[in-house]
């Protein structure tokens, strides 16, 4: 009997929560034992009950979950393996909702589904913005001269729309439809979702996001590379990922509504798509069928952006823990950076 139900449920109509409670599934679950598997073919999303979840990916803990939390997220909406393993690290009770389940709440138009996707986007930007954070904890770096990289001004952004840069015409449906995030999506929506996108010309090592300012923009990248850096004390950095054509970035603080975690820099010219945040939060808040494929689109990109995060983290951390080890063992301190 579910006594007190996910967070997510608040505010929805009472017939709907009933038809959604009614496919939960409360599992206890003991401490030590695993609620879901790294590698395994599962779908299955839960929410904590009571008690604590610790999350692995490997040998290596990259984060904890407790009650209100939800889990699965990863694998509902990108259909792939378990990207980490879930234990319990106390007795817990989840509330835990199979695939067919949740499909059936979709295909009846139960307004759950979106709560569930606007739930998945925010437990998404935290997982990343923690994890970034305890890579910037672990990390050497490198030199990063902030300073000799400027951002496009209005009038190399104008100069660049009237077309006086060699650089072809964008149509921005169709980088959508091509890109990994909508190419499982219908084309009319896609279109739609088009129409919110403008585009935006960047040459090489000016910044498309700075870390700590305010989200104001999201991009996908239609050609070019860009990097994305957290700045550390020192002038230096650490690189956590590259984008490629076809990914979104800018996104996460957007979504959050948080300052920037990471600095995003272009890497040669660079032509992307940029969405302005008022044109995001519109479409995020939409429960038409348009507004789902917006969130689900943007949980897959999240999804690649959590997947590289996570490899970059447990990579790291091995390296930190076998330092520590070394300090323990008596290895001068400034011995163990050495390359």
């Not at 490198?142 to 951002?151: G, H, M, P, Y």
């Not at 990471?262 to 969405?275: D, F, N």
Request: contains cysteine.
């Amino acid at each position: 009997m579910i006594t007190a139900l996910p967070p997510i449920f608040a505010g929805l109509h009472r017939d709907a929560v009933d038809e959604a409670a009614a496919r939960l599934r409360t599992i206890p679950i003991a401490v030590g034992d695993p609620l879901m598997i790294e590698g395994e073919d599962d779908r299955t999303v839960a929410f904590v009950a009571t008690g604590t979840v610790e999350l692995w990916h490997g040998e290596t803990k990259v984060g904890t979950a407790g009650p209100r939390e939800m889990l699965g997220e990863c694998e509902l909406f990108s259909d792939i393996p378990r990207l980490c393993s879930a234990t319990a690290a106390s007795d817990v009770v989840v509330h835990a909702l199979p695939p067919e389940d949740y499909a059936a709440l979709c295909e009846r138009g139960n307004p759950i589904v979106h709560a569930i996707e606007r739930a998945s986007i925010r437990r998404l930007g935290d997982r990343l913005r923690l994890l970034s954070a305890s890579i910037a904890d672990r990390a050497k770096g490198r030199k990063f001269e902030l300073a000799a990289r400027t951002s496009p001004s209005f009038f190399q952004r104008l100069k660049s729309s009237l077309g006086q840069e060699p650089r072809g015409l964008v149509n921005p449906a169709e980088v959508l439809a091509n890109s990994p995030m909508f190419a499982w999506a219908d084309r009319d929506v896609v279109d739609a979702i088009s129409s919110y996108f403008s585009t935006t010309y960047v040459d090489h090592d000016a910044f498309l996001c700075r870390q700590g300012d305010p989200g104001t923009k999201m991009f996908v990248l239609v050609d070019g590379e860009v990097e994305v850096v957290l700045l550390m004390t020192g002038s230096k950095a650490e690189q956590i990922a590259r984008i490629h054509p076809g990914q979104a970035f800018g996104d996460t603080s957007i979504a959050m509504g948080t300052p920037r975690t990471a600095t995003c820099v272009a890497r040669g010219k660079v032509t992307a798509l940029e969405m302005d945040r008022a044109d995001y939060v519109t479409l995020h808040a939409l429960d038409a069928f348009m507004g789902s494929v917006f969130r689900q689109s943007m949980i897959r990109n999240l999804v690649e952006h959590l997947r590289a995060t996570l490899g970059r983290f447990v990579q790291l951390d091995q390296a930190y823990a076998e330092r520590r080890r070394a300090l323990e063992g008596g290895t001068p301190a400034n011995a163990l950076w050495q390359d």
